[in-house]
């Protein structure tokens, strides 16, 4: 029987998905009903909104001298549909309240929430391999390296590959958007309001960082899941194995490399649910989102897209080309299932599993490498969402101030956005939430980021599959960088003992 390969079968799921959830939306469609006296509007109303609309319509009206008044109104919850906005007709006598219902739009919304249900069974089994796998594959890599002395150099080299990654992406992004210019394109957008949170300073979230490497209690985070600790914890475990060395270096390299076998195999088993997953998780998304989201922001996507688009299958497959000599096609190839579960889950983190999997057995890279680049680059390696943030602060000054920021500021964008997206989590939305600290930092209002929500969740897509992808890269790169001086150590010695 013909058997299509894995990233066939979870492309295909990607696309059957998109298609029921676009389908399902559309069968979605608006209608205004407008309220008068005479279906029981009290007069003199100067604002109403709606509290109730999940079984009847109840309607809070207030009238001009303050006092408000609730009411379940007949033709609204007579009509089918779900409550979409509000508005107060002022200039109608008696005033008028017009009420914009959504058709179709519970049902759409119910078949959505089931998928994303169905499609969060699939993370939990992601969820629930993530920290053993991340444990038992660092402590064997760790005791794999043999010495401090090359764990540190594969931790230069690996930090150094992070930093010239993002530095390049976000200059592709700040490039795109000074090109394209989307906010000074761009006629009316609406300002969503995201409740205003406190902004920590940079230094703060810097510092919650650093204070996340000194785990003042490791069992707890390993419950919590705090990903940080985790690896520094596991990393100090394991070299602190290699100083003790003898019998217990023996018995902990052992117990891990057991561990990390069974770990690795029950990844394996979840693998083959992916292109299911995926399909739940996709379908969710579009039936709930739908494409029209797009509209008014359209200019800010191209602006992102295109940079992550040049990001991605640019500057990352040069340095797959000429520094880790691997053929960027084939390597995507190789990293599909994890590229693809990146982009439908929105979650560096959720994806680790399939990354790590997909690099070694796929791919063909060490374990050694494997394990230590990729579960600190899914937490501090994160291209795609160090280049978003530059694009959509800027985007959000240009709508705000009318005009580019200057070059120093845009400057001040880059670094922020830099140490941003190290602090950012692996999980959807994240970039989202560490951009008012740029914000902040460039004096722009914190609520303009309401803006730019509705099209979050498929950036965040994009964004996250350029993490993921940019890890990977660094691991091939690493590889290939450590193989070439173990390659010229072991010449060095031929050539002593000749
Ligand atoms: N969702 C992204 C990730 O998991 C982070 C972000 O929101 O940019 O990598």
Same mark, same amino acid.
């Given at each position: 029987?013909?058997?299509?390969?894995?990233?066939?079968?979870?492309?295909?799921?990607?696309?059957?998905?998109?298609? !029921?959830? *676009?389908?399902?939306?559309?069968?979605?469609?608006?209608?205004?009903?407008?309220?008068?006296?005479?279906? $029981?509007?009290?007069?003199?109303?100067?604002?109403?909104?709606?509290?109730?609309?999940?079984?009847?319509?109840?309607?809070?009206?207030?009238?001009?001298?303050?006092?408000?008044?609730?009411?379940?109104?007949?033709?609204?919850?007579?009509?089918?549909?779900?409550?979409?906005?509000?508005?107060?007709?002022? =200039?109608?006598?008696?005033?008028?309240?017009?009420?914009?219902?959504?058709?179709?739009?519970?049902?759409?919304?119910?078949?959505?929430?089931?998928?994303?249900?169905?499609?969060?069974?699939?993370?939990?089994?992601?969820?629930?391999?993530?920290?053993?796998? *991340?444990?038992? +594959?660092?402590?064997?890599?760790? *005791?794999?390296?043999?010495?401090?002395?090359? !764990?540190?150099?594969?931790?230069?080299? =690996?930090?150094?590959?992070?930093?010239?990654?993002?530095?390049?992406?976000?200059?592709?992004?700040?490039?795109?958007?000074?090109?394209?210019?989307?906010?000074?394109?761009?006629?009316?957008?609406?300002?969503?309001?995201?409740?205003?949170?406190?902004?920590?300073?940079?230094?703060?979230?810097? @510092?919650?960082?650093?204070?996340?490497?000194?785990?003042?209690?490791?069992?707890?985070?390993?419950?919590?899941?705090?990903?940080?600790?985790?690896?520094?914890?596991?990393?100090?475990? &394991?070299?602190?194995?290699?100083?003790?060395?003898?019998?217990?270096?023996?018995?902990?390299?052992?117990? &891990?490399? &057991?561990?990390?076998?069974?770990?690795?195999?029950?990844?394996?088993?979840?693998?083959?649910?992916?292109?299911?997953?995926?399909?739940?998780?996709?379908?969710?998304?579009?039936?709930?989102?739908?494409?029209?989201?797009?509209?008014?922001?359209?200019?800010?996507?191209?602006?992102?897209?295109?940079?992550?688009?040049?990001?991605?299958?640019?500057?990352?497959?040069? !340095?797959?080309?000429?520094?880790?000599?691997?053929?960027?096609?084939?390597?995507?190839?190789?990293?599909?299932?994890?590229?693809?579960?990146?982009?439908?889950?929105?979650?560096?983190?959720?994806?680790?599993?399939?990354?790590?999997?997909?690099?070694?057995?796929?791919?063909?890279?060490?374990?050694?490498?494997?394990?230590?680049?990729?579960?600190? $680059?899914?937490? !501090?390696?994160?291209?795609?969402?160090?280049?978003?943030?530059?694009?959509?602060?800027?985007?959000?000054?240009?709508?705000?101030?009318? @005009?580019?920021?200057?070059?120093?500021?845009?400057? *001040?964008?880059?670094?922020?956005?830099?140490?941003?997206?190290?602090?950012?989590?692996?999980?959807?939305?994240?970039?989202?939430?560490?951009?008012?600290?740029?914000?902040?930092?460039?004096?722009?209002?914190?609520?303009?980021?309401?803006?730019?929500?509705?099209?979050?969740?498929?950036?965040?897509?994009?964004?996250?599959?350029?993490?993921?992808?940019?890890?990977?890269?660094?691991?091939?790169?690493?590889?290939?960088?450590?193989?070439?001086?173990?390659?010229?150590? +072991?010449?060095?010695?031929?050539?002593?003992?000749?």
């Amino acid at each position: 029987m013909l058997r299509l390969a894995l990233h066939w079968q979870i492309l295909i799921g990607m696309l059957v998905g998109s298609i !029921i959830g *676009i389908s399902l939306n559309a069968t979605c469609s608006s209608k205004t009903v407008q309220l008068t006296a005479e279906d $029981g509007l009290p007069t003199g109303v100067s604002t109403a909104e709606v509290i109730d609309s999940s079984s009847s319509t109840i309607i809070r009206y207030t009238d001009k001298d303050g006092t408000t008044t609730e009411r379940t109104v007949d033709p609204v919850s007579q009509a089918e549909g779900v409550f979409a906005s509000i508005d107060t007709l002022e =200039t109608a006598d008696p005033v008028a309240v017009r009420i914009y219902l959504t058709h179709g739009k519970s049902t759409a919304k119910r078949i959505g929430d089931w998928f994303a249900r169905l499609g969060g069974l699939f993370l939990r089994m992601l969820q629930m391999v993530a920290v053993p796998l *991340i444990v038992t +594959s660092l402590t064997t890599g760790v *005791i794999g390296l043999g010495s401090s002395e090359g !764990i540190g150099r594969m931790f230069r080299r =690996t930090v150094l590959y992070y930093l010239a990654t993002s530095m390049l992406a976000i200059g592709t992004g700040l490039l795109a958007v000074n090109l394209v210019r989307p906010g000074l394109r761009v006629g009316q957008v609406e300002n969503v309001n995201v409740p205003s949170t406190e902004s920590e300073s940079l230094v703060d979230v810097l @510092f919650h960082q650093l204070e996340a490497m000194i785990p003042a209690n490791p069992l707890g985070a390993f419950v919590s899941p705090n990903y940080l600790s985790i690896i520094a914890f596991t990393i100090a475990f &394991a070299l602190f194995s290699i100083s003790v060395g003898g019998r217990t270096k023996e018995f902990v390299g052992d117990l &891990a490399t &057991a561990g990390f076998e069974v770990m690795m195999a029950m990844t394996m088993a979840i693998i083959r649910l992916a292109p299911i997953g995926v399909f739940f998780l996709i379908a969710a998304v579009t039936a709930t989102q739908g494409v029209g989201v797009f509209g008014s922001l359209a200019w800010y996507v191209v602006a992102v897209s295109l940079a992550l688009g040049c990001h991605a299958c640019v500057t990352l497959p040069l !340095i797959l080309r000429f520094v880790a000599k691997r053929s960027p096609l084939e390597f995507a190839k190789q990293m599909s299932p994890a590229l693809l579960t990146a982009f439908s889950s929105a979650s560096s983190n959720g994806t680790l599993p399939l990354t790590m999997s997909s690099v070694e057995e796929r791919a063909g890279i060490s374990n050694r490498t494997g394990s230590f680049v990729l579960p600190l $680059g899914a937490t !501090i390696n994160m291209d795609g969402t160090a280049l978003y943030e530059a694009v959509a602060v800027l985007f959000i000054a240009q709508l705000h101030f009318g @005009f580019n920021l200057p070059f120093s500021q845009q400057i *001040i964008v880059a670094l922020t956005a830099l140490l941003a997206s190290v602090g950012a989590a692996g999980i959807p939305h994240a970039g989202l939430v560490m951009m008012s600290i740029i914000l902040h930092a460039v004096g722009l209002p914190i609520e303009m980021q309401g803006v730019i929500l509705a099209v979050d969740r498929v950036l965040d897509m994009a964004r996250t599959a350029v993490n993921v992808w940019s890890d990977s890269c660094g691991c091939a790169v690493i590889e290939t960088l450590e193989a070439r001086d173990a390659i010229n150590a +072991s010449y060095r010695e031929q050539q002593l003992n000749s």
